[in-house]
């Protein structure tokens, strides 16, 4: 980064701290947004160990992105953090970015998405803090939280968003949840959708258990807990999908399917996908709009 961003975002990082959290967050957000508008961020106090970046969003992805590691996605449709929760001390860490989308021209939808994200994670931070709280009084420990979010796919026809959540108390976990946005029709792309029927689970929910039994025939280190598959007494096996499961279409227009850590596999195998066949798919697609 350059010196003069450096003066700027130091200049902004200056401004006077505000008292309350939410009459902030909802002035932001209905704030008109004008062309060419520099991004500001405020920093905002909540206790010794807290703090809320805001950044207010803009046309101007350069300098955004130079000030905000921010990616830009597409020609159109922009991906930004919005808010970002903050706490740093020696027991307690949290780390909570907010995304927001811009340039959708379904502004009711673009609406629904940012304050959904937004209430999220406002709730997990609120819950963050309790949890603080809740330690101190039975003698503190250590504590920590971080949230953010990953663009999957960006392409002409395809916006598709993870927002991933890492708890970390004692042993840690990874929670994912996707959005997949058709940037024409201005519409929510969901499994049922693709489908002509409900047909779909047990198509993926069988090739599925054939890649975790191939997956771990070639490596031994791999262990879903599935069974039929030489593992003894797994835990809550893996029998199929629902009907609204987690996922997202890949930058090949493949349909991919994400569980949790620890959802179907020990913990050290982490969040786990599935790039599911297009060819095993083609007899129960509403079309190839989408999968292809």
Do not use: C
């Amino acid at each position: 980064m350059d010196k003069n961003l450096e003066r700027l975002k130091s200049k902004y990082m200056d401004i006077e701290i505000p008292s309350d959290l939410d009459d902030v967050v909802n002035k932001a957000l209905n704030r008109p947004r004008k062309k060419n508008r520099t991004p500001i961020k405020i920093l905002i106090g909540l206790g010794a160990a807290a703090a809320l970046l805001m950044i207010v969003l803009n046309t101007n992805p350069v300098l955004a992105k130079n000030l905000s590691d921010v990616p830009v996605i597409g020609n159109v449709v922009n991906v930004m953090t919005f808010v970002e929760f903050k706490v740093d001390d020696e027991k307690h860490q949290a780390n909570i970015k907010v995304p927001s989308i811009s340039n959708l021209k379904d502004k009711d939808l673009e609406k629904s998405l940012n304050e959904k994200y937004l209430k999220e994670n406002k709730q997990l931070y609120q819950e963050f803090m309790q949890e603080v709280e809740s330690l101190k009084k039975q003698g503190d420990g250590h504590i920590g939280v971080e949230s953010g979010y990953v663009v999957k796919t960006d392409n002409e026809k395809i916006l598709s968003i993870g927002r991933y959540v890492v708890n970390t108390v004692g042993s840690s976990s990874t929670t994912f949840k996707y959005d997949t946005i058709d940037k024409k029709k201005q519409v929510i792309v969901t499994l049922p959708i693709l489908f002509k029927n409900q047909n779909y689970i047990e198509t993926i929910s069988g090739n599925i258990k054939d890649q975790m039994k191939q997956q771990m025939k070639e490596d031994k280190t791999k262990v879903y807990w599935i069974l039929d598959a030489g593992v003894e007494n797994p835990i809550d096996p893996f029998e199929k999908i629902t009907a609204n499961h987690n996922f997202y279409i890949n930058q090949d227009n493949k349909l991919v399917i994400s569980f949790d850590k620890y959802e179907v596999a020990p913990g050290y195998m982490g969040v786990v996908e599935f790039i599911i066949p297009t060819e095993i798919l083609s007899g129960d697609l509403v079309g190839s709009e989408y999968i292809k």
